[in-house]
Each structure stands twice: as structure tokens, then as C-alpha cells.
């Protein structure tokens, strides 16, 4: 059995990571993340009779910190990052020191302990990137694969896949809150785009990439879309259209001829029955 470390674990991603690896019998998961409040919420879900979860406060930031939080780690899961598009708009400095800086650390902790496995979690904000999120996103994503090919030691990986249906912040769970006051929701554009994907593939991918990497791998799955006009029809919302802003796309990609203007599409009848299950 392999002990693991999880950045950003307390995240929605996170907390599924840790439910899915405690069913498959991992001897220690280590849940690093910097919200007190967040962490201890998630630890309180979390079934774990046995006590193998080890609930650290911690910061990606901090290289110290993270050498410690490494010892004895076999397979590092790199989920850690600031996310919010509207603040790199506003905070760019914040998004690199979080989400450059933190991969540069989080290299050097898996190297300084010899970890056999790193697998970073990146996004589809990193192809064509138009926002300081996506920047940030794609030069993490390039600097772990780049270790593959630099470093000795531990094996370097990435996945990217698109927004995760009703992740923390995310639109689905916003609009709900917005339609128990109101009928009407803010729409960049019912033009727009956006990938599907569910918190179980998520945890699948990423899993399934740290139990078969060889290192230096960029994972990339196929998924379906959506256009957010149809999202606002299912979800029983009216639109108000605000217009897309510059730090958004109106399609995202995954990599070149992977696109959520290209991809299979979900009808409303489609959505509708989806959205029971998030």
C-alpha cells in the first residue's frame, strides 16, 4: 500500500481524492491545505475509522513546511492552487506565487524526499491561456513536466480536464444559490462553452494517472460540453446577459482539436438529468 500526500486536499477535488483512496486501501493519506476552517469541515465528512488521514495545515508557499509534510510519502497529488479567474485579474502576483512558485516547491520537497510519484492536476484555462489563472496554470504544468525530463528521482506527470460540475465556486452551485431568491441568473454569454465533468472522473483521472505514469506524461480526457444558455433552460433560470469578460473565453480547450465548441454536446433534456446527480 502507498501513503500519500494531497496539496489543496481539503478542496472539493480533494475530499474526493481522500473518500476514493480510503476505499482502496491506502496505508496514510496526508490532507495539506491552508484553510483552517475548510480542512477541519472536511474532517468532520470524512469517514475514516482507522485513522490513516493526517490532517495538515500548510501552505504550497512554504518550501520548509512541505519538505516536512513529504517524509515518508510515496505519491504526491499536486491540487493546490488559487482558482478564482477574477482575482488573477485583479491579484496576477498572488496567482504566481501560489500557483508557480508553490509546483517549484512542491518539486523540490518530492525530490528532497524522494517521493516515487508526482501528478499535477492542471486545467483547461492552460491551453491558449487568456487569463493570469491560466498563465500560472500552463507554466506549472510545463515545469513538472519539464522535472520529468531534468530530474532524478521522482517521476513527473500532469492531468488537465475542464471545470468539475459543481465544484466549489463553480457556476452550477452559484446559480442555485441565486435561483433560491430570484429567477434570473448573470450569463456572460449562452454562447459560451464549457467542458462536463464529474468528480469521479476527476478522481479517476488523476488516480488512474498516478497508478500508470511513467513519467512525463500529460493526461487529457474527452469529454462532453455544454453551452451555459442551455445550462440557465435546465436549471429552470432566466438570463441576464453581462457579456464575456477579457480574462474569459467563450470556448475552452484541452489541447489543439479538443475544444467545448467541438465536443460532444449536451442537450438540455441532457442537463436536466444530470443535475440530479451533482
Known amino acids: 500500500m502507498s501513503s500519500y500526500l494531497i496539496t489543496g486536499g481539503s478542496g472539493f477535488l480533494g475530499r474526493g481524492l481522500v473518500r476514493t483512496l480510503l476505499g482502496r486501501e491506502a496505508s496514510r493519506i496526508c490532507i495539506y491545505s491552508r484553510g483552517e476552517f475548510q480542512q477541519s469541515q472536511a474532517r468532520t465528512k470524512i469517514y475514516d475509522p482507522i485513522n490513516r488521514c493526517r490532517w495538515m495545515i500548510g501552505d504550497v508557499r512554504d518550501d520548509d513546511r512541505l519538505k516536512w509534510a513529504m517524509r515518508g510519502v510515496d505519491v504526491v497529488i499536486h491540487a493546490a492552487a ?31 524526499n524522494k517521493v516515487d510519484r508526482v501528478v499535477y492536476v492542471g486545467t483547461d484555462k492552460a491551453w491558449h491561456p487568456v487569463s493570469p489563472y491560466g498563465h500560472t496554470k500552463a507554466t506549472a504544468e510545463a515545469l513538472i513536466l519539464a522535472a520529468a ?25 452559484t446559480w442555485r444559490e441565486i435561483l433560491k431568491k430570484g429567477k434570473t441568473v448573470p450569463v456572460t454569454d449562452p454562447n459560451a462553452t464549457r467542458f462536463w465533468m464529474t468528480r469521479d472522473e476527476a478522481v479517476d483521472l488523476v488516480l488512474d494517472t498516478a497508478e500508470q505514469m511513467k513519467g512525463g506524461e500529460l493526461n487529457i480526457p474527452n469529454l462532453p460540453a455544454y453551452r451555459l444558455g442551455d445550462l440557465a433552460e435546465a436549471m429552470g433560470a432566466e438570463m441576464r446577459i453581462i457579456g464575456l469578460p477579457k480574462h474569459e473565453k467563450l470556448h475552452e480547450g484541452m489541447c489543439d482539436g479538443n475544444t467545448s465548441d467541438l465536443a460532444p454536446r449536451l442537450s438540455v433534456a441532457d442537463l436536466k438529468q444530470r443535475l440530479l446527480h451533482v
Open 82 to 112: 488559487l482558482k478564482r479567474i477574477e482575482v488573477g485579474a485583479y491579484a496576477p502576483s498572488e496567482m504566481v506565487l501560489t500557483n508557480v512558485l508553490g509546483t517549484m516547491n512542491v518539486i523540490n520537497a518530492a525530490a528532497t
Open 149 to 173: 525530463v531534468e530530474r532524478v528521482g521522482p517521476k513527473y506527470a500532469a492531468c488537465r480536464y475542464g471545470n468539475v460540475a459543481g465544484s466549489t465556486g463553480s457556476v452550477i452551485p
